[in-house]
C-alpha cells in the first residue's frame, strides 16, 4: 500500500524550462512533506521540505506548492540546469504514535533528465 | 569530513554467509536509521535508533541485527545471507526534535550488497 506515489518514473525537460515533479499522497495525518535529490552511486541529499501549515516553500530555484485538499505536492525547478538531472524522491512524515519520532515515508522517485 | 559515512561501499558474499555494514555520523544528531533500497528503487526504512536506543523496527527478518554502539554508530549484522538481501543499504541520521524534521535526514553513499 503505497502512502506516497510518484507517478511519473522520469521526466525530460530542456535546459532553461521548468521541471516540474509532482507527488501524491493518501494519509492526511502526513504533516511534513520533503524533496530529496539523489545522483547515482550517492545517497540521497535534502532539497527542500514544506510543513502543512504552508501552502509553498521557495528556496532559489526550488518552490514547493502543497495542495493539501487534493493530497497533492509539486516540486518546481526553474530555470531547469543540467546538474538537476538527477532522481527526486518525495517523502511525507507524520508522527509515529504518541512519541516525538518522525519516520519519513518515501515515493518510488522521478528521473529528471535535462536536455542541453 | 563526511557527514555520514558507510563502509563498505560494495559487498558481494555467498548465501549462507554473515556479513556487517557500518555506519558513522558526525553531525551529532540523535537519531539514526537503516534503509533498504529495493529493486523497484523505493526507500523502506528498517531500523531505527534515537540515542544509542531502539525507536523504528520494521517488518524485517530477524537475521537482521543493528547494533548501535553509541549514538554517533549504527551498524547493520546480516546472518545467513539470502539472495533477496541483494539491494543497495543507506545509512542516515537526523536531529529528532520535531521543529528539526523539516530539515530532513543526511544520509551515506549507500552499501551495494550482492549476494551470489
Known amino acids: 500500500d503505497q502512502q506516497v506515489k510518484q507517478n511519473s518514473p522520469s521526466l525530460s525537460v530542456q535546459e532553461g524550462r521548468i521541471s516540474i515533479l509532482n507527488c501524491d499522497y493518501t494519509n492526511s495525518m502526513f504533516d511534513y512533506f520533503l524533496w530529496y535529490k539523489k545522483y547515482p552511486a550517492e545517497g540521497p541529499t535534502f532539497l527542500i521540505s514544506i510543513s502543512s501549515i504552508k501552502d509553498k516553500n521557495e528556496d532559489g530555484r526550488f518552490t514547493v506548492f502543497l495542495n493539501k485538499s487534493a493530497k497533492h505536492l509539486s516540486l518546481h525547478i526553474v530555470p531547469s540546469q543540467p546538474g538537476d538531472s538527477a532522481v527526486y524522491f518525495c517523502a511525507a512524515s507524520g508522527r509515529r504514535g504518541m512519541d516525538s519520532n518522525y519516520q519519513l515515508i518515501w515515493g518510488a522517485g522521478t528521473k529528471l533528465i535535462i536536455k542541453p | 569530513d563526511t557527514a555520514v559515512s558507510q563502509t563498505p561501499k560494495y559487498l558481494v558474499t555467498q548465501m549462507g554467509n554473515d556479513k556487517s555494514i557500518k555506519c558513522e555520523q558526525n553531525l551529532g544528531h540523535d537519531t539514526m536509521y537503516w534503509y533498504k533500497q529495493d529493486s523497484k528503487k523505493f526507500l523502506k526504512i528498517m531500523f531505527s535508533?534515537?540515542?544509542?536506543?531502539?525507536?523504528i523496527n520494521e517488518t524485517v527478518p530477524n537475521r537482521f541485527s543493528p547494533k548501535s554502539p553509541d549514538k554517533a554508530h549504527l551498524n547493520l549484522h546480516i546472518n545467513s545471507l539470502e539472495l533477496g538481501d541483494s539491494a543497495v543499504y543507506f545509512c542516515a541520521s537526523s536531529q529528532d526534535r520535531r521543529t528539526r524534521v523539516l530539515q530532513g535526514q543526511f544520509f551515506g553513499p549507500g552499501t551495494r550488497l550482492t549476494v551470489l
Open positions: 535508533y534515537n540515542n544509542k536506543e531502539l525507536i
